[in-house]
């Protein structure tokens, strides 16, 4: 019999997160209550930082982050290339200029490019966490810092990725994190802010209910007694949210240790195959591998990657492309008119990119026969005599 569809991705969720959601539907507090405080707390203790406020999505995290630092039209923000849509919508959002730069070899954005695009007008640049892998930070933010300009780290694959043995949200003054399915830890849609600046903190959790502020003469009269400071965004996390995040955040560092298993199984069975290119740990940077991204060598394998994504499908297996360059994409091509030749690297890696399943739910079977199927993919895209010498380099 057919083995069935093994998917690209699929949460892991417990028996205890169930019993909080339940137990949270009882109690009556369905939005932002006791438990999301409880969340908050420990996931700040988690990273090493100060604060931590829960929200409904790493694209509010952002969004937020750029008004509390009062980022709108005239300035610039520099985003890569590569990275989800999200990342630069948020800039449009507040009506400012979205300044796109290219990555490096390792995917990750490129302190040189962003140097080269700093400006009179830049006020921020957010740097992406690629994969689950930390960017080269203490060079943005010496650089950031030199050129007074703020960071805001995207991290909305990388929670629980380390950077110079310090998780990732730890330094700098603000990090957004997701807990989509698909991520490290998920709460279903969710996401994270953290940072240790106090008067920053403050004006991010104002902004995350509406710009609603409380003195001591609300507690003593009522929750219907506040003031509007400003016009905030409805973005906070409910305790139904939080519930599943407070035993997602238990499990994480053993969903991290599963990934990083599950890559180094991929990794040594792949790592005699001229046809791959494969994803690696820099120093000082440990993956924490939300995506296992390869690169197809389409001279060698013969093989397009397109073809290859359709081949993996025809063989029961899940993939993805992470991602789609965004001055690709209609609107930031046709606004900001951007040749690719400004984007070298995101331009030659595009079409060669490749994010294979890798989950903690994956059993060691799930992984072999994704091993099995990329190898026979590559065997039957050679001619028959090179079969046996593929199927030899990933024994």
């Known amino acids: 019999m057919r083995s069935p569809f093994l ?8 028996d205890e997160e169930i019993a909080e959601v339940i137990d949270s539907l009882r109690n009556g507090f369905l939005t932002a209550g006791p438990k999301v405080k409880i969340f908050e707390a420990q996931f700040a203790d988690f990273i090493g930082t100060k604060h931590a406020i829960a929200v409904n999505s790493c694209t509010a995290a952002l969004e937020l982050a750029l008004a509390a630092l009062d980022i709108g039209p005239g300035d610039e923000v520099i985003v890569p290339t590569l990275t989800f849509c999200a990342t630069a919508n948020v800039v449009e959002h507040r009506r400012a200029t979205t300044v796109l730069v ?7 954005i490129d302190a040189e490019a962003v140097e080269r695009a700093i400006s009179h007008k830049t006020r921020a640049v957010i740097p992406v966490h690629y994969g689950g892998q930390a960017c080269d ?18 991290a909305a694959h990388s929670v629980g990725t380390e950077y110079d043995q310090r998780k ?70 409910t305790d139904l949210q939080a519930s599943i995040g407070i035993h997602q955040l238990r499990r994480l560092e053993g969903f991290i240790s599963r990934r990083r298993e599950i890559a180094q199984i991929y990794s040594d069975a792949f790592k005699n195959l001229p046809e791959l290119v494969l994803p690696v740990d820099l120093p000082g940077r440990p993956h924490a591998y939300h995506l ?4 197809i060598v389409a001279e060698r394998c013969r093989l397009q990657r397109d073809t290859f994504i359709q081949q993996l499908k025809k063989a ?18 046709d606004k900001y ?7 070298p690297v ?50």
Request: hydrophobic share 35%; proline share 6%; glycine share 8%.
């Open 168 to 237: 990732i949200g730890a330094d700098g003054l603000v990090t957004a994190f997701s807990f989509y399915p698909s991520k490290n830890m998920t709460t279903g849609e969710g996401g994270m802010l953290t940072t240790s600046d106090n008067r920053l903190a403050e004006r991010l959790r104002v902004l995350s209910l509406h710009g609603i502020r409380r003195d001591s003469a609300s507690k003593e009269i009522g929750p219907w007694l506040y003031e509007i400071y400003e016009p905030g965004y409805k973005a906070k996390m």
């Open 102 to 108: 290219d990555v490096g070899e390792d995917l990750q």
């Open 7 to 14: 998917p690209y991705s699929v949460p892991y969720i417990g």
């Open 137 to 154: 930070l203490k060079s943005v933010l010496q650089l950031a810092n030199r050129k007074g300009v703020a960071v805001i780290q995207d």
């Open 337 to 343: 008119e951007y040749p690719a030749t400004s984007f």
């Open 292 to 295: 296992y991204t390869v690169r």
């Open 316 to 333: 029961g297996i899940g993939s993805s492309v992470h991602f789609i360059p965004l001055h690709r994409h209609p609107y930031y091509r």
């Open 346 to 395: 995101a331009e030659a890696f595009f079409p060669k990119i490749l994010s294979l399943p890798l989950y903690p739910k994956m059993s060691d079977g799930d992984v072999l026969r994704v091993i099995s199927a990329v190898r026979d993919i590559i065997c039957a895209a050679q001619n028959a005599r090179h079969c046996s010498s593929v199927q030899r380099r990933t024994s």
